[in-house]
């Protein structure tokens, strides 16, 4: 038998018993962890109304008015913990436009080519957004940032502009950013508070004005209803 040094028997207990104190607290916040990123886990799809409301631009001797509109978004989502989520969206909304000339002394005499120029358009909007979110209770507010495209399309049958113009379609990269809440109603079911800005190169849709080409930014506030899976 190895001989041991009075006290040093009970010392090497008590560090096993330190370590496996300390093994223990480790393998409860892990799980722990886990618990709260299965407890925050979610799948949905929701869809939501909302208005549209765009800054107007100034650039290239333009000056480019956006209508209000309202408009629609469909969201499918998928939340695996608090800081890892991800969606893709769709949203549709009018974007009629309308272009002035900032140079009015460049204007030929009775060309009328200064006149204020309308187009009527479609805007659709695909994105794929990063989503944080936290529950607290049956509320789970989130916050999100993405990237997409945004396609203003003139409306059919729309082949030209007040001036006998052509009229064409615009595809501008979109940076959106944006936060809500969910609130749980039933099991499955929930309505969706959020707002959402896009921002984006100003559309150019006729070729009597150039565009802006300056950044503009819409905002848009959301109420809608998901389903969780």
């Known amino acids: 038998m190895m001989w041991e040094p009075p ?9 096993e018993v330190q370590t496996r104190s300390i093994s ?3 393998l409860a916040v892990g799980m722990a962890l886990s618990a709260c990123g299965l407890s925050n886990a979610q799948t949905d799809v929701a869809a939501s109304l909302y208005g549209d409301f765009t800054e107007n631009s100034t650039g290239n001797g333009t000056t480019q008015s956006p209508s209000n509109a309202a408009g629609f978004l469909l969201e499918a989502r998928h939340i695996r913990n608090p800081v890892i989520g991800y969606e893709a969206t769709y949203a549709f909304n009018r974007a009629n436009q309308t272009y002035r000339s900032t140079i ?6 009775g060309s009328g080519i200064c006149l204020p120029t309308a187009v009527s358009a ?3 909007e695909v994105t794929g957004d990063w989503v944080a979110s936290l529950r607290i209770a049956n509320l789970k507010p989130f916050a999100l940032a993405g990237a997409g495209i945004l396609i203003d399309a003139p409306a059919g ?3 030209n502009t007040n001036t006998n113009t052509n009229t064409s379609t615009s595809t501008k990269a979109v940076f959106v950013y944006g936060a809500g809440v969910d609130w749980g109603l039933l099991p499955h079911i929930g309505l969706r508070l959020q707002y959402r800005g896009n921002v984006y190169r100003a559309p150019d849709l006729t ?7 300056a950044f503009t930014h819409t905002a848009e506030p959301m109420i809608g209803a998901y389903f969780r899976f």
């Open 104 to 109: 009015p002394t460049s204007c030929p005499v």
């Open 122 to 124: 479609d805007a659709h």
């Open 7 to 15: 006290g040093l028997g009970s010392q090497n207990q008590e560090d």
């Open 24 to 26: 223990s607290v480790l």
């Open 207 to 213: 070729s009597a004005f150039s565009s802006t080409g």
């Open 157 to 159: 049958g729309q082949s």
